[in-house]
């Protein structure tokens, strides 16, 4: 069995953690298992990296130099957890001090230039992946694995220029990708890989974006042709509804690539929509397992997966709705167009869309954090008195999910009717034409006690 597997952000948290990913890989080895790993950042040093090229750009430089020795400790302290033989580590240290330095000097230019440009940013990004990276492969070295260190654009990966939120050019990539790993694998070798980062065929450091690191092992494996993509992560696999809101949620044993997207735009955490699509378009299975249980089965995600009508739920707090339109509308047939251009242009995501068939009024679901833009957007986009405008704070969005709903009658009665027996106003309403999800708009103080009622309704805990 052929396999590529990503430890997610979780799994890198510390040197016991990454020290525990290894020897799950030695495990897989031992039963004959090739594979490919993909490495995320260490927990939350993305976000600190962001932070210090804030502080960069500000000019204040000495709080970089803090932020340089809590990065520093943070991957020390993990190199001496995750490797025991001391030349190894003593080793792995010095390939890291040497990126930690090359860190530090970038920051030290930012800082007296006082610009942040995305080409700049993605480069300081990819230095997260690169720390964590070097100390999984010693780690793997330490448990006695042949294994070679590889940023993303030494696998083979290789992306446009769009800085922040590249994307691969995907025949060049999956030629590089086979030419690259395959000889590595043949030899029993794990390539050991940054997720997160490529680079243009010009060899400029780019990032994937969001689900960055998912979607790396997705291009490595569609491209490999592997046999299953493993992402292990800190749950026991896809959840039916996040499990600190409904106490009794379990593990979804199967779904379709086309549920996962569904619930990754409703907002639950689990694989990004983007890194769906290589593994989809190749047909290749997706397993998402926990690091800290992996004798556990945790979901398999397919192009087809039979199961209960629905499958899941998950909410989007925090979230607004504004209504517009009105019987005075000179074009009503324009307001939709309209009003979700103005979203579109403002980078405003839409959560939920619902239009009279009148289509001389429309209802939408932003996020909350958008509204004040979007109302002022509206306004300014209509002529005075030509719409009606109304807006409705304290709102959040449920989906429910599955691909049984498709041509299955009466789904939607059974959903309202669980509602409404727990005293539940909704108070906005759409179905995707997929027929894979049915999302509704309550008040967020009845947010958790509908996602309750649903997950009974619907048996989710059996």
């Known amino acids: 069995m052929r396999y590529v597997m990503k430890f997610g952000g979780s799994c890198m948290k510390n040197g016991e953690n990454i020290r525990r990913s290894a020897e ?3 495990q897989y080895r031992e039963k004959g298992g090739e594979i490919v790993t993909i490495t995320s950042a260490m927990s939350r040093v993305t976000d ?35 490797i025991n033989d001391s030349q190894l580590r003593e080793e792995t240290w010095k390939e890291e001090e040497a990126e930690i330095n090359e860190l530090r000097k970038l920051l030290s230019v930012i800082a007296y230039l006082r610009e942040v440009t995305p080409r700049v940013r993605d480069y300081a990004l990819s230095f997260g992946e690169r720390l964590s990276t070097r100390i999984f492969w010693g780690s793997l070295l330490d448990l006695g694995i042949r294994a070679e260190y590889l940023r993303g654009w030494e696998a083979g990966i290789v992306t446009n220029e769009n800085f922040g939120s590249a994307r691969p050019l995907m025949t060049v990539t999956y030629r590089e990708v086979k030419k690259r790993l395959t000889p590595l694998l043949e030899k029993g070798i794990v390539p050991v890989v940054t997720g997160f980062i490529a680079a243009t065929p010009e060899g400029v450091v780019t990032t994937l974006g969001r689900g960055g690191s998912d979607y790396s092992a997705t291009i490595i494996g569609a491209a490999l042709g592997v046999d299953e993509i493993i992402l292990w992560k800190d749950v026991e696999g896809v959840m039916t509804a996040d499990p600190k809101l409904v106490p009794d949620a379990r593990t979804v044993p199967r779904m379709s690539y086309e549920e996962v997207v569904e619930l990754a735009y409703f907002g639950a955490q689990v694989i990004h929509p983007l890194a769906l699509e290589p593994a989809s378009r190749e047909n290749i299975p997706i397993r998402v397992k926990s690091v800290f249980n992996p004798s556990a089965e945790g979901t398999l995600i397919t192009k087809i997966a039979e199961g209960p009508t629905v499958k899941a739920l998950t909410m989007i707090k925090n979230s607004a709705i504004i209504l517009v339109g009105g019987a005075e509308a000179a074009e009503p047939s324009m307001i939709a167009p309209k009003v979700l251009s103005l979203m ?10 619902s239009q009279a068939s009148s289509q001389a009024n429309i209802s939408i679901a ?4 958008d509204l004040d833009r979007a109302l002022k957007a509206i306004r300014s986009g209509f002529a005075p008195g030509e719409v009606q405008i109304d807006h409705e704070e304290g709102i959040c969005v449920i989906a429910v999910i599955g691909s049984g709903m498709r041509g299955k009658p009466g789904v939607a ?30 008040r967020e103080e009845d947010g958790v006690k509908a996602l309750r009622s649903l997950h009974e309704e619907f048996r989710l805990n059996a």
């Open 24 to 26: 799950i890989v030695k």
């Open 48 to 82: 600190e990296i962001l932070d210090a090229l804030k502080k960069a750009e500000d000019g204040r430089e000495g709080e970089i130099e803090e932020f340089i020795g809590k990065l520093a400790e943070k991957h020390e302290e993990a190199c001496r957890e995750a």
């Open 344 to 353: 579109h242009e403002l980078g405003i995501r839409v959560l939920m869309l």
């Open 366 to 369: 932003i996020p909350k954090d």
């Open 413 to 442: 009665a059974k959903i309202f009717n669980a509602v409404a027996e727990k005293g539940i106003n909704v108070r906005m309403i759409a179905q995707g034409s997929s027929e894979l999800n049915i999302s509704f708009a309550v």
